[in-house]
Structure formats: C-alpha cells, structure tokens
C-alpha cells in the first residue's frame, strides 16, 4: 500500500530532509585525496547525534546479507555502486569518485539523500558519467506530478542515460518513504511491465535514486557481503532525493 502524507507529515520529513543535506553539504567539502571514508563516517555520525536525530542505516538488517548494516554512511569508491562500508582502511585518491548516501530518522520521519564527489582531478568520461546520472535525476524529478504515472519517472531514468551510452543498475532501485525508511513502490530507475505501475498522487513521496554504470548494468556483492560492484569493473555514479508529490509540483525535501 502507498501511503500518501499530510501538509504536517511532509513538514516533518522537510526537517529529516534538510538534515541529510547539510551533512552531505559538509561531507562533500571534506573530501580530498588522502581522506578515509571513515574520516566521513565519524562527522556524520556525530553531526546526527547533535541533531537529535537517529541514523537510518546503522542496525539495518537486510536478509541478503544476513546481519544489520554496521555504519550510518554506504561510501562506495569508483566501481563500487552501493552499500560500502566506511572504514579507514578506505584512503581516497586522486581521480577516485566516492558515492556517499546517508539517511536518518527525525521525529519519527525519514530522509534519504545521496551524492558522488569527486576526489581531486577526474576523468572526463568519468565526470560525464556524473553529470548524465545526475540529469537523469533532475529529468526524473520533472515527472513527479499528480496524474503522471511511476513508469513516466523511471522511464525518464532510463532514456536519458541509456541515449547518453551509459547504462542503469537494474539489482537496487528507489522507494516511497515516511515512517519506514523502505515503503512502497519501488522505484526503479527504468520501465518494467512485470511491476506496478501507480499513478502519482498528491502525498506521495519517493526516493528517487539513479545508479548508473560506465560499462554493463551488473553487478556482484563483494565477500564482506555489503559492497555491490559492477561486474566488470566500471565506474559508476549515484545520486538520490527524496521528493514529494503536491499541488504546486515536486517538492524535493532532501535540498533548499
């Protein structure tokens, strides 16, 4: 069921929502060759706890890899997709791409962001790669109107990354969010005729994530049983916002 939120709840999640993006603002200032993704782990943590919030992903359990998630930031470098572990063994480098995607739960409503920096000089195929994932989010964006349908938003996804010769993830996707961090629909970042396919109305707010790959769409999860790579070992890129469905448009709660 697709649970649609009231002027007060989408308030709330604005809040939940503005605080993930002041970390990820003062994440991505951080981030320079010689930085360990641990490094950002312990900011965030403690930017969460000063706000009185709770982080989202740290005791998450997901059955596939069978144990809860162990940190309040997924740092995935270069051809890491998602769900990387901070650790301080992780040293970024000039030239690497780290996504960084953080949620948390304040007053008892989620928010749910993520971004991929740049670490120093980067390649040019590689910032392009950024750039059209990047657009295909603000694209997907423009389709969060009431009457419009969830395959208008993925679609968009799709088109413009697979016209621009990169390819969409297909193994993680999007999803509604509130009270839960994970609720219906999902939402993937391309058209599947097998899966649902709702029409957008006022209340509904979605995560709306593309994670696009250089090379192939697949993807494998290393043996720390977390960390999803592309299978053949392209970079790839990750961007993501919450936003809500209203009668003046989109509202993306996780940016001013």
């Known amino acids: 069921m697709i649970i649609r939120k009231s002027p007060s709840e989408l ?25 360990t993704t641990l490094d950002l782990e312990t900011v965030a943590e403690q930017r969460i706890k000063e706000a009185g919030a709770r982080a989202a992903f740290k005791g998450y359990y997901v059955p596939a890899a069978g144990r809860r998630f162990p940190c309040v930031l997924c740092t995935s470098i270069n051809q890491e997709v998602v769900h990387g572990v901070p650790s301080a063994k992780r040293v970024l480098c000039d030239g690497d791409i780290v996504k960084v995607d953080i949620g948390v739960q ?34 997907a964006i423009e389709q969060m109107v009431a009457g419009r349908r969830l395959f208008d938003v993925c679609g968009t996804v799709e088109r413009h990354v697979t016209s621009n010769g990169f390819t969409v993830v297909r193994e993680f996707v999007g999803h ?26 006022e209340g509904m707010v979605l995560a709306v994530e593309p994670m696009v790959s250089a090379g192939k769409p697949d993807t ?37």
């Open 11 to 35: 308030a709330k999640m604005r809040q939940s929502g503005m605080l993930v993006w002041r970390i990820l603002d003062e994440l991505t200032k951080l981030v320079e060759p010689g930085v």
């Open 176 to 201: 509604g969010i509130g009270k839960k961090l994970h609720e219906e629909p999902h939402v993937p970042n391309y058209v599947d005729p097998k899966l649902s396919n709702p029409r957008l109305r």
């Open 106 to 139: 304040l007053d008892g409503y989620y928010g749910d962001s993520a971004t991929t920096i740049p670490v120093g000089e980067v390649a040019e195929e590689t910032l392009r790669l950024m750039a059209v994932t990047k657009q295909s989010l603000e694209l």
């Open 220 to 256: 494998k999860v290393l043996s720390d049983r977390w960390t999803a790579v592309t299978s053949d070992g392209s970079k790839a890129a990750h961007y993501e916002h919450c936003v809500a469905v209203t009668s003046n448009g989109p509202w993306v709660l996780t940016r001013p």
